[in-house]
DNA sequence: AGGTTATGTGTAACCGGTTACACATACTAT
DNA sequence: ATAGTATGTGTAACCGGTTACACATAACCT
């Protein structure tokens, strides 16, 4: 392996120089650079990164903390972070937290003794006291950790408002509405928009709370069905919620779109998979990712970061759980 | 932060006796030893390992590389692979291939970089070249590389059997079988089990190349079934594309399972919320993962590797789509 | 007793970079 | 002319571990 110091002798000048020609640090003539670049060509010189990181205690890792890769919402995201984190030059570390507290700080500990450079955290859970003290770089995903690290988050209430009013565009009279767990960012603001837009009609409307979970949401629905058969449209908060959905009205006979219409949220790749396709509440997964990376990245290389509030656009997707405006 | 000298000093001893004891490397008597555990103790003295694999020139980081952790069938491997890491104390690096060789190989040189102590290599290109002359240990899925490399892999073809006679038990006698892309070597082993299968049948059959695509396989089923209104049961090669043909058949109107029975190969959540409930072979993907990470750990650690190709029994998983045997 | 081998420990070089500091020269300002 | 600043470079310490080697003592042979 070729060192900076194989790199110095041939091109004639300390290791110093090469170093500092290498990292654009300090002061490099002109004919010392050329003499640098040359030998670095030669040699096909490439910098070791660990010894590096020795000394400077920085390295090109991000932590990418999430619940649980296997939900259907997390795989795109982990892909744009690393999608974009290669294109930067950095390195992708996955960790599965499993909502679990202790699980997240053992990652950042462990993480932290390999001079990780920063962390992209996705969680559902609201609190996070040990992210306080941290001072490495953190960029939040739809939850708001504390008014120093940045959060990006798609535009929940905006897209409740959007999914509610499709429903009652298209006529339904009596919906139900699959608020999700309470404990997350994201559900609470759905419910908001949910409900400043059905305020603004004069529809019957139920609430029930349904975990962001197929087999339960199937249950759920089921039961709610059978107790009010009135229902016409159902507003869930999450596609798997909605594919429980589809299935219990499928099981019970329901008609969908004719008799029943429903609309999930979130825009997962499952849905044109349904049939009917699941209309929906698209959140741009891919774009929240590759943001809060590059917003990860300005803060890690110390560059100025504009916000610390991104809210991501959320786009209606129309398929065949929902009829056509009359 | 607290160094392997503090902690020597702290004992009375040198350090490399801290570092003999730690490593549990040369002779370390057992007064040194306390005195040692008792430093490490106080200190909270944890090792450094930036600085232990700068001259060690290994590490404890794993390199999972996968074409695309977006597609459904990757997710579940990643926690497999994560979990076991995380319980060896590996960590483990996302890597996103898209199929590029230069990706992949760019990948391998930029952790070799940071001594990377291995890779599990999931692929869907038959030749890996580039593999060969790496001396780092790495663990295959689904595709051989080489002698020298353990492949772990699911049991395809007597998936593919399982399927085929599932079909013929219910009653299906013109069954078309969706075959995956010819570049794979999974694909292959399930088309070879279907032909062994149908071969000892006296059933009509068509064979149709289909990528493992949901759109493509809708529109190509679509056409099948128009083309040849008499076929009653489809074998897909995989979920995605038997999501396909279920849409296709509920586009035309035919009658799952009455009709037509599908049954489909992966075993991904999706199957399940579709409706009907799609019945497929299910691959033991969890433990597929499971089982190349300890494979890769154990050649890490020079420890015996009994077998080099490791085949993980799948499973007939029946739902809605295929009727109960008459 | 004397030679081997096993046990135990410390010193210092080394892994491959970065950077503080000292020093030299060239240019600018007064 | 002189001080002050900008430019350019090298030496050597340092990051925090591992380990070759030298040396010392104890245990085991014959």
Redesign the pocket.
């Known amino acids: 392996?070729t060192?900076?110091?194989d790199v110095a002798k041939k091109a004639g000048?300390?290791?110093?120089?090469v170093?500092?020609f290498?990292?654009g640090?300090?002061?490099?003539?002109a004919?010392?650079a050329k003499a640098v670049t040359e030998a670095v060509e030669e040699l096909e010189y490439e910098?070791?990164p660990v010894?590096?990181s020795?000394?400077?205690k920085r390295s090109s890792l991000i932590g990418l903390i999430l619940p649980d890769i296997t939900n259907p919402f997390f795989p795109e995201l982990a892909r744009a972070v690393e999608d974009v984190a290669l294109s930067y030059g950095y390195t992708v570390i996955l960790c599965n937290s499993d909502e679990d507290p202790k699980k997240e700080k053992n990652y950042i500990e462990t993480l932290k003794k390999k001079y990780i450079a920063g962390f992209i955290v996705t969680s559902n859970q609201l609190d996070a006291p040990h992210y306080a003290d941290t001072k490495l770089p953190i960029v939040a995903l739809d939850r708001a950790i504390n008014e120093k690290i940045p959060v990006v988050s798609s535009n929940n209430k905006e897209g409740a408002v959007l999914g509610t009013n499709a429903l009652l565009e298209r006529g339904c009279r009596n919906i139900l509405f699959l608020r999700g767990p309470e404990a997350l960012n994201p559900a609470n603001d759905r419910y908001d928009g949910f409900m400043e837009a059905i305020g603004k009609s004069d529809v019957d409307y139920r609430i029930v709370t349904c975990p962001f979970h197929y087999a339960d949401s199937q249950k759920i629905v089921k039961r709610e069905l059978k107790a009010n058969p009135a229902i016409d449209g159902i507003f869930a908060s999450s596609d798997v919620s909605a594919a429980g959905a589809l299935k219990a009205a499928a099981i019970l006979g329901r008609n969908v779109p004719d008799d029943l219409q429903i609309i999930g949220f979130d825009g997962i790749a499952m849905g044109e998979m349904l049939s009917p396709g699941l209309s929906t509440i698209a959140q741009d997964v891919y774009k929240m990712g590759a943001i809060a990376t590059r917003i990860l990245i300005k803060r890690i290389e110390n560059k100025p970061v504009e916000e610390s509030f991104y809210e991501i656009p959320v786009k209606l997707i129309l398929r065949g759980t929902t009829r056509s405006v009359e």
Do not use: P, Q
């Open positions: 392996m060192t900076i110091r000048v300390s290791v110093a120089t170093s500092r290498l990292n640090s300090g002061y490099v003539s004919d010392a910098l070791n010894a590096r020795l000394n400077t």
